[in-house]
């Protein structure tokens, strides 16, 4: 048994250390910062104008000029005769209604079991008549048994709901028509935000008389709830924790 290093133990250590300082010494800081205060609300901004923001880049049919008739209201390539008070345009706000209630139940097994046998042997030989009987003949060359088995279960059993409505910008017009929204929502109850974080990609005809749309007619979507605060700091492992865990092996 190999006696670990005491200065390789060391050295170790205080490269995780240094790990997690590089981690985790930003949000420490902020922490320390904000001790005894409660956590900032975001500030209202642009969402195209923050860091990484990319525009939404879809497959488009071939744009089409339009062309008026003479003495007639109607253009061609209108969507709508009236004009209403729905989004329609970059800036425009609609309200988002996220119903989500999703139950899965799903179970699996498998079993796989296999046996393996071989035997190879010499049985005669072609001098065997002038062999004297003190010589031994050559017996079996080769024997090999194997047995392999495996007994695997998996079930999933799941329940989501999720009833709430976050008003969401219009960021982008792409050239067919449909709308990119993004919308944000933040909540702070004492010492704890939750946040509702909705984007996707709606189609004008799929918003209703009231400016609303369900979630579940949104392309693309993406929704984020979670929060942050003391309780979820509390429920979050420590950052050397979270560091081993990634860099253990076992």
Known sequence: MVTPNPLLRLLTAAAIGTLASFTGGCAAMDRLRNIGEQPPLASIDNP???????????????????????????????????????????????????????????????????????????????????????????????????TASSDGKGSVNRKEDMQTNVAGVVTQLLPNGNLVIEGKQEIRINFEIRELIVAGIVRPEDIESDNTIDSSKIAEARIAYGGRGQITDVQQPRYGQQVLDVILPF
């Open 48 to 146: 195209t104008a923050q860091a990484g923001y990319k525009p939404v880049q879809m497959p488009m049919p071939p744009a089409q000029s339009a062309s008026f008739n003479p003495n007639s209201l109607w253009r061609n390539g209108s969507r709508a005769f009236f004009k209403d008070q729905r989004a329609h345009q970059v800036g425009d706000i609609l309200t988002v209604k996220v119903k989500i209630a999703d139950k899965a139940e799903i179970g699996n097994q498998t079993t796989r079991s296999r046996t393996n046998k071989e035997d190879s042997g010499v049985t005669d030989f072609m001098f065997k008549g002038q062999v004297p009987a003190n010589v031994g003949l050559p017996g079996k060359i080769l024997s090999a048994d194997s």
